[in-house]
Nanobody, 127 residues
C-alpha cells in the first residue's frame, strides 16, 4: 500500500501563488506515475498535471499550462504542485494520486488509472 498526504492549500487572491505538497509513504517503490487532480463542487475530478517517475516527463491540462509546475523531491518522497497566477476558476479540492503503471500521456488524464489517492486539500482563489 501507498499512503499520500496533501498539504499547502488555502485561501489566496487572484494572481497569487500556492505550493501544494504530497508526501508519499509505504511501498512507494511500486509507483510509476504521480499526478494532481482537482474537483470543484458539482464537477467531475479533472486532471491537472502528471509526472512519470522513471523518465521525469510531465504533462499538464491546457487550463494550467504555463502557470502550474509539477516536481518532486526524491529524498523526501514528496511531489509538489507550484501554482502561479491563480484564477478564481482554479478553486477546487486538489488531490494527489499515484499509479503503479507507467502511463502514457493520454492515459495519465484519467482518474481511473490511479491506484492511490490522498484526502485532498482545499484551494480557494478569491477575485
Amino acid at each position: 500500500q501507498v499512503q499520500l498526504a496533501e498539504s499547502g492549500g488555502g485561501l489566496v487572491q487572484a494572481g497569487g501563488s500556492l505550493r501544494l505538497s504530497c508526501a508519499a509513504s509505504g511501498r512507494t517503490f511500486t509507483t510509476n506515475t504521480m499526478a494532481w487532480f482537482r474537483q470543484a463542487p458539482g464537477q467531475e475530478r479533472d486532471f491537472v498535471a502528471a509526472f512519470g517517475l522513471s523518465g521525469g516527463a510531465t504533462n499538464y491540462a491546457n487550463s494550467v499550462e504555463g502557470r502550474f509546475t509539477i516536481s518532486r523531491d526524491n529524498a523526501k518522497n514528496t511531489v509538489y504542485l507550484q501554482m502561479n497566477s491563480l484564477k478564481p476558476e482554479d478553486t477546487a479540492v486538489y488531490y494527489c494520486a499515484a499509479s503503479t503503471s507507467r502511463l502514457f500521456y493520454s492515459a495519465r488524464k484519467s482518474h481511473r488509472q490511479y491506484d492511490y489517492w490522498g484526502q485532498g486539500t482545499q484551494v480557494t482563489v478569491s477575485s
